[in-house]
DNA sequence: CTGAAAGCGCTTACAG
DNA sequence: CTGAAAGCGCTTACAG
């Protein structure tokens, strides 16, 4: 839209330039901010900028100059809780340094489809971030041609790293190992754990923390369950739970899953936190208001989604030097669904009268 | 990286044209399926476009066509579960049509903040599709450039808007009639409502939707509570109307919401249902799983995502006919959260003894 | 400090 | 059916 309020073509530099009286380069010194412009000219130009509306095609500008600001973030999922915090953590500073975010879903794991969504993203220009928590992330980071900048958003390394590794991590073994510890000093004889999908074959890393707390305290290590990353999973393992009379802790690798076990527990009349306890994973919003609210390990999503673009950020723009984003330490939370364990458990779950199976 | 395993320069089309021996024209008119082209020729060009792993620069066909397949999503936030979904079904319908989608977030409702990410939005080229559920994005769908393609995501409209309206909603306005009506069918006198923000300063469709069941029923009109979209706000709303003898049914704007209210209710040792009746809306994952179960509306907004892209669709690609996308009528999923009204109703509320507020 | 030229990798008419 | 030219809106050396 311009002055006369006519829909037409955007003003390019040349009718910056014309407007200005100067040539067409002399503006793009200006917008880049490039210092040899004589004060006077660059006010002229920066008014005919203003007036005419003007703002640089993006495109052109990407394709001239080979650099393009925009981050396109590969995950595997947009809506859980952890996933989504980091998107809004990747966004938040993307915009704060002027670059377009654009997102790609691996909704496969499989390797023709990784690879496929894998180029789509590179397509856009400029830079990854692979959030690679799953089966499906993790092999998009290991796709991503050499040349490419990415950034992977992954779980604890099992062995620490070089400094110029190109990925960033919450400390989550150090949060398992933190939320096993502390179901274990409430008087538990063990913990058992019901699993997100682990990310590759290998142990993950909240499996890994929880692991090694059993062990330190020498106490038995069960199997853990696999869940899903959704209540549904978390409900399906709460049932066999329930049935264990040794079960009376249950770790849960999110949120979500520790909702479903505490409804299956419930549907079997057992009584959190007196007769089972329940820790979760995560933080999430739901889990202060959950009835028992839910004991938990608050994880910094946001902080780790702004320390991925911000590495990203440095490796994009050498100059810039970007200061390293500190993500927060993994922190427990304590609340209503944990407690000491009591002596002796009861051998005979009852049947909750009210138990109604969700829908 | 090219068959040697360096890391060079992408291949382009005049590549292709020299290893297939033809013009870089012919290359041009083989990617973009262009039908004058001999059988044999086309041959030759696409097996060099796969010996090369050739993709076409998107930068540079956007540039040079005008036209990007892009999609940007304009919304005011991206972790809640309506706002996530939405986003989750653009994505989809997005990737089957080979777009790319980007997003950006409009952290403030601000006249000025709102237009600069309108311009930054627009800035990708391609459309646009602005999740108009809040001021921020009722303000931003507002102020996009006339000329500009761009499809709301809204409320459903006050008055049917003609068949040109270049919107989608999901008849929010039926499901609070509808969720309303279950409620009074229950036997209570009136249904209290606990409100998420509205977008404008008029009222709400879910608003109208419940205020006109209650009318149509001949019953008292409470004052809708002001809620926030998450837990927080159903929590204080809920502690208020704990307080209230005649809350013996409480409709909320969303399933976090409701979250909140039955937490306060909880606290205040009003029992749900027997007391006090709640209902979400959403039918979010955790619904089905809380305890009690949620009694919710579901929406189907991943639907709701993928018509918004239809739309956008068929208007960036006049060409394509591009089918309307259906989107599922909101559905009652009633559970245990509501019930029947006892008479008569407790007027001095317990203290519950385990009440502890959440941190 | 400022301007003229070449080029980024494509597409779009225009010839033949 | 295929090729040569011009151009999309910028940036990047290169002159002056």
Not at 232 to 252: E, K, M, N, V
Request: with cysteine.
């Amino acid at each position: 839209m311009n002055v006369t309020g006519h829909t037409t073509r955007p003003a390019s530099i040349r009718d910056v330039a014309d407007a200005a009286g100067v040539s067409y380069q002399t503006v793009s010194r200006v917008i880049n901010g490039h210092p040899s412009v004589r004060p006077a000219t660059r006010d002229r130009v920066l008014t005919a900028i203003e007036e005419l509306g003007f703002r640089r095609n993006a495109t052109a500008h990407a394709l001239a100059s080979g650099r393009s600001r925009i981050v396109t973030v590969l995950t595997a999922n947009t809506t859980h809780y952890g996933y989504a915090s980091i998107l809004q953590g990747i966004e938040e500073a993307a915009r704060a340094a002027s670059y377009a975010v654009g997102i790609g879903v691996l909704e496969s794991a499989g390797e023709a489809a990784v690879k496929a969504e894998v180029q789509r993203a590179s397509d856009a220009g400029g830079g990854l971030i692979v959030i690679a928590y799953d089966r499906a992330g993790v092999r998009a980071l290991a796709a991503v041609p050499a040349g490419l900048p990415v950034v992977g958003v992954v779980e604890t390394p099992a062995s620490p790293p070089g400094g110029e590794s190109p990925w960033v991590w919450a400390d989550d073994r150090a949060a398992a190992h933190e939320a096993t510890r502390h179901l274990l000093s409430l008087g538990h004889d063990t913990v058992h754990y019901v699993a997100i999908p682990s990310s590759t074959r290998r142990t993950s890393a909240r499996t890994a923390g929880w692991r090694q707390a059993l062990r330190e305290a020498g106490a038995a290590e069960p199997r853990p369950l696999q869940g899903s990353w959704g209540p549904a999973g978390g409900y399906a393992a709460g049932r066999r739970l329930a049935r264990d009379p040794a079960a009376t802790a249950i770790l849960c690798g999110n949120d979500d899953l520790a909702l479903g076990v505490m409804r299956a527990l419930h549907e079997a009349g057992r009584a959190i936190p007196d007769e089972v306890s329940v820790a979760g994973f995560d933080d999430s919003p739901l889990a202060a208001y959950l009835t028992p609210s839910l004991t938990t390990v608050r994880l910094d999503f946001t902080g780790l989604g702004r320390a991925a673009f911000g590495l990203l950020h440095g490796v994009l723009e050498e100059s810039a030097t970007v200061a390293p984003h500190p993500v927060s330490a993994p922190e427990l939370v304590a609340r209503e669904s944990s407690g000491p364990r009591q002596h002796p458990p009861r051998h005979t779950p009852r049947q909750h009268p009210g138990a109604v199976p969700p829908t």
